[in-house]
Nanobody, 121 residues
Protein backbone atom coordinates (compact mmCIF):
# COMPACT_ATOMS: atom_id res chain seq x y z
CA UNK A 1 0.00 0.00 0.00
CA UNK A 2 1.04 3.56 -0.68
CA UNK A 3 0.14 6.57 1.42
CA UNK A 4 0.35 10.19 0.29
CA UNK A 5 0.37 12.80 3.03
CA UNK A 6 -0.06 16.46 2.11
CA UNK A 7 0.77 19.53 4.12
CA UNK A 8 1.10 23.27 3.69
CA UNK A 9 -2.40 24.48 2.90
CA UNK A 10 -4.04 27.36 4.68
CA UNK A 11 -5.46 30.85 4.43
CA UNK A 12 -3.55 33.58 2.64
CA UNK A 13 -4.31 37.01 1.23
CA UNK A 14 -4.35 37.62 -2.50
CA UNK A 15 -0.82 38.13 -3.77
CA UNK A 16 0.63 35.90 -1.09
CA UNK A 17 2.42 32.58 -1.31
CA UNK A 18 2.04 29.05 -0.02
CA UNK A 19 4.09 25.90 -0.42
CA UNK A 20 2.42 22.51 -0.51
CA UNK A 21 4.26 19.27 0.19
CA UNK A 22 3.27 15.67 -0.42
CA UNK A 23 5.28 12.73 0.86
CA UNK A 24 4.74 9.19 -0.36
CA UNK A 25 5.38 6.22 1.91
CA UNK A 26 4.86 2.46 1.80
CA UNK A 27 6.21 -0.37 -0.28
CA UNK A 28 6.60 0.18 -4.01
CA UNK A 29 9.10 -0.26 -6.81
CA UNK A 30 9.12 3.27 -8.19
CA UNK A 31 7.09 6.44 -8.46
CA UNK A 32 6.62 7.70 -11.98
CA UNK A 33 4.74 10.99 -12.41
CA UNK A 34 3.57 13.04 -9.43
CA UNK A 35 1.15 15.90 -9.60
CA UNK A 36 -1.22 18.32 -7.95
CA UNK A 37 -4.89 18.71 -8.75
CA UNK A 38 -7.44 21.13 -7.38
CA UNK A 39 -11.16 20.94 -6.88
CA UNK A 40 -13.32 23.97 -6.13
CA UNK A 41 -16.82 23.55 -4.69
CA UNK A 42 -19.24 22.28 -7.31
CA UNK A 43 -16.51 21.77 -9.89
CA UNK A 44 -14.55 18.84 -11.23
CA UNK A 45 -11.05 18.03 -10.10
CA UNK A 46 -8.52 19.58 -12.48
CA UNK A 47 -4.80 19.28 -13.06
CA UNK A 48 -2.67 22.07 -11.63
CA UNK A 49 0.80 20.75 -12.37
CA UNK A 50 2.57 17.48 -13.03
CA UNK A 51 6.18 16.33 -12.95
CA UNK A 52 7.74 13.12 -14.25
CA UNK A 53 10.52 11.28 -12.48
CA UNK A 54 13.06 12.81 -14.88
CA UNK A 55 11.84 16.32 -14.08
CA UNK A 56 9.64 17.16 -17.06
CA UNK A 57 6.77 19.42 -16.04
CA UNK A 58 3.47 20.67 -17.34
CA UNK A 59 1.08 23.24 -15.89
CA UNK A 60 -2.48 24.40 -16.23
CA UNK A 61 -2.58 27.66 -18.21
CA UNK A 62 -4.14 29.44 -15.24
CA UNK A 63 -1.09 28.88 -13.04
CA UNK A 64 1.79 29.20 -15.49
CA UNK A 65 4.34 31.73 -14.29
CA UNK A 66 2.93 31.69 -10.74
CA UNK A 67 3.22 28.07 -9.55
CA UNK A 68 6.26 25.81 -9.62
CA UNK A 69 6.22 22.06 -9.13
CA UNK A 70 9.32 20.18 -8.01
CA UNK A 71 10.19 16.85 -6.47
CA UNK A 72 12.82 15.17 -4.35
CA UNK A 73 13.07 11.59 -5.56
CA UNK A 74 15.23 10.55 -2.61
CA UNK A 75 12.43 11.63 -0.26
CA UNK A 76 9.54 10.54 -2.52
CA UNK A 77 8.16 14.03 -2.07
CA UNK A 78 6.57 16.52 -4.44
CA UNK A 79 6.20 20.23 -3.79
CA UNK A 80 4.05 23.00 -5.20
CA UNK A 81 5.28 26.54 -4.69
CA UNK A 82 2.35 28.88 -5.24
CA UNK A 83 3.09 32.59 -5.66
CA UNK A 84 0.91 35.56 -6.55
CA UNK A 85 -2.13 33.68 -5.32
CA UNK A 86 -5.56 34.78 -6.48
CA UNK A 87 -9.01 34.22 -4.92
CA UNK A 88 -9.84 31.93 -7.84
CA UNK A 89 -7.05 29.59 -6.69
CA UNK A 90 -9.19 28.73 -3.67
CA UNK A 91 -9.84 24.98 -3.67
CA UNK A 92 -8.92 21.69 -2.09
CA UNK A 93 -5.57 20.61 -3.49
CA UNK A 94 -4.88 16.91 -3.97
CA UNK A 95 -1.58 15.16 -4.48
CA UNK A 96 -1.42 12.36 -7.03
CA UNK A 97 1.25 9.76 -7.72
CA UNK A 98 1.59 7.09 -10.39
CA UNK A 99 3.24 4.23 -8.54
CA UNK A 100 4.79 1.01 -9.85
CA UNK A 101 3.91 -1.94 -7.60
CA UNK A 102 6.79 -3.86 -6.07
CA UNK A 103 5.18 -7.22 -6.72
CA UNK A 104 3.30 -6.91 -10.01
CA UNK A 105 5.08 -4.08 -11.79
CA UNK A 106 1.69 -2.54 -12.53
CA UNK A 107 1.27 1.23 -12.35
CA UNK A 108 -1.58 2.52 -10.17
CA UNK A 109 -2.78 5.99 -9.22
CA UNK A 110 -2.82 7.09 -5.59
CA UNK A 111 -4.32 10.22 -4.05
CA UNK A 112 -3.72 12.22 -0.93
CA UNK A 113 -6.50 13.30 1.40
CA UNK A 114 -6.47 16.88 0.14
CA UNK A 115 -5.46 20.15 1.72
CA UNK A 116 -7.53 23.33 1.71
CA UNK A 117 -6.11 26.47 0.16
CA UNK A 118 -8.14 29.64 0.69
CA UNK A 119 -7.13 32.95 -0.86
CA UNK A 120 -8.91 36.01 0.45
CA UNK A 121 -9.36 39.16 -1.62
Amino acid sequence: QVQLVESGGGLVQAGGSLRLSCAASGSFFRINAMGWYYQAPGKQRELVARITNDGSTNYADSVKGRFTISRDNAKNTVYLQMNSLKPEDTAVYYCNAAVISLGTGIESDYWGQGTQVTVSS
